[in-house]
């Protein structure tokens, strides 16, 4: 139902954009969010939306990543820019029903190298 892509490898201070694709549905009534997890290391929620289009950032990425949905409200996006080392990790999308805390739904994750 999540279908992510844009994951790659970069240099420190380049950019990626990754991209989460689902059904219509699924924005209009779930809240989104982009986490990460890097080997060895506990899953983070890096950044979500809200059905209002609210957004929130872990620290260590505000200002350099932004997430944001498609015009035609299907795809989800995380851009992001001046990437460090420290942001290399798999990152996933995934979907809730904004009531409930706990994530339901979650892509198969796209790989982020930065060197």
């Known amino acids: 139902q999540l279908v992510e892509s844009g994951g790659g490898s970069v240099q420190a201070g380049g950019s990626l954009r990754l991209s989460c694709a689902a059904s219509?549905?699924?924005?209009?009534?779930?809240?989104m969010g982009w986490f990460r997890q890097a080997p060895g290391k506990q899953r983070e929620e890096v950044a979500s939306?809200?059905?209002?289009?609210?957004?929130n950032y872990i620290a260590s990425v505000k200002g350099r990543f932004t997430i944001s949905q498609g015009n035609a409200k299907n795809t989800l996006y995380l851009q992001m820019n001046s990437l460090k080392p420290e942001d290399t990790a798999m990152y996933y999308c995934?979907?809730?029903?904004?009531?409930?805390?706990?994530?339901?739904?979650w892509g198969q994750g796209t790989q982020v190298t930065v060197s």
């Open positions: 219509a549905d699924t924005y209009s009534s779930y809240c």
């Open positions: 939306i809200d059905t209002a289009g609210t957004t």
């Open positions: 995934a979907a809730r029903e904004c009531w409930f805390p706990t994530y339901k739904y």
